[in-house]
């Protein structure tokens, strides 16, 4: 299966759809009633169908999980319990759009939460800015998302797309002589995020040497990455540095194998997050030394995160908890933080909201988030890596879950 993404160029049906929907910030909406007993009620989008929707329902879950702890510990200010309302995208931009302008005008949502990827949280978050309502979404990371001079849109994980990779850029460049990869491949997805994180590693690994031998994009359209393996391996790079989404990493590590190439090192951007999903689609065999950026892991000695394990285990099952659900729970803390502060979710003071959270720091699941004046995060990503059939930490130190790095795909233990 492939993960078909819709063009990252807004198209005309779906600014008309903002323009018309949103053209007025009018604030008369519902919460404006001070000390109303009413429920708080949020409002999301989410991808539950189409191409993003395995993720898209990890988020649903963590913002259910969010849901549940808040009102068992009474609401989220004034005794008011909450009570999140959840829309379908489809991974489509135009009905992200619709879904968004609805939420504010008919369902009259007091609060919003963000929708999964860069792709739907660029439109989406347009909408939130022409109403002047806070935004903070749990999974969109592409730079442009915060060069737009936007106000109300907020990253809740540590770092935009283009410095996840850092840490693991970082430890390639300590690597020894006899280790350290004299030549990289870049593949990627057409992708607002993949590209910037590959962009991010390529930076660091140039100008220390590290030879650039094939770089290229394939569109989201992709179903068989043969020839593209095929291409790589017929450079022979000691370092492969794969962006991807779900499927497409997948595919492209199972072309690999087709193809009978295995480079020292590789890394992938977002499919080896995805734990039994990943290892079961390439077999747990080639998962070995696979190295990716992660926000979150079940371990993290982080402010609630065992509190949120729990329940989302009594909740949705004794497996493993995806990182996205972790994300989406992490999003909800931040409004939440930004809430209790302003101690208001009147729609005339959602501007205070905004302006609260660009000079404090909030402890999450995930960490301390913090932000500059364009919403993007300021910190640093972990870097997770497959070691004996099982997602572990390992970088930064004080993080980590293993002990060691594997030091070559597939083989030796550093």
Known sequence: MVRRIAPVV????????????????????????????APIKIGASLPLTGEFSEPGKAAREGYKVWEAMTNEKGGLIDGRKV???IKDDASSQNTVVSDYTSLISRDKVDLLLGTFSSLLNLPASTVAERNRMLYVEPAGGAPEIFQRGYKMIFFAQQATADHQGDLFADWVLKLPPDKRPKTAAYPTLDDPFAIPVLEG????????????????????????????????????????VHGATFADGVGFMRALKKVNFTPKIIFETSAPSFGDQYSKGIGVDRTEGVFYAVSHTEEAQTPGNSAFVAKYKQMFGDHPVPEDAADAFATAEVMAAAVKAVGSVDRQKQPQLADWLRGHSVDTILGPLKWDKTGAPQGQFLIGQWQNGKTEVVLPKDAATSD???ATYGGAAN
């Not at 807004?10 to 949103?22: D, K, Q, S, T």
């Open 10 to 37: 807004f198209v005309a049906a779906v600014l008309a759809a903002v323009a018309a929907g949103c053209g007025s910030s009018d604030s008369s909406g519902s919460g404006g009633a001070a000390k109303s007993s």
């Open 83 to 85: 009570s999140i309302v």
């Open 201 to 240: 590693i390529r930076a660091k690994l140039e100008p220390a040497g590290i030879k650039t031998v094939y770089a290229n994009k394939y569109p989201a359209d992709t179903n068989n990455f043969d020839a593209i393996a095929s291409a790589v391996k017929s450079k022979q790079p000691d370092l492969v």
């Open 404 to 406: 060691k790095i594997v």
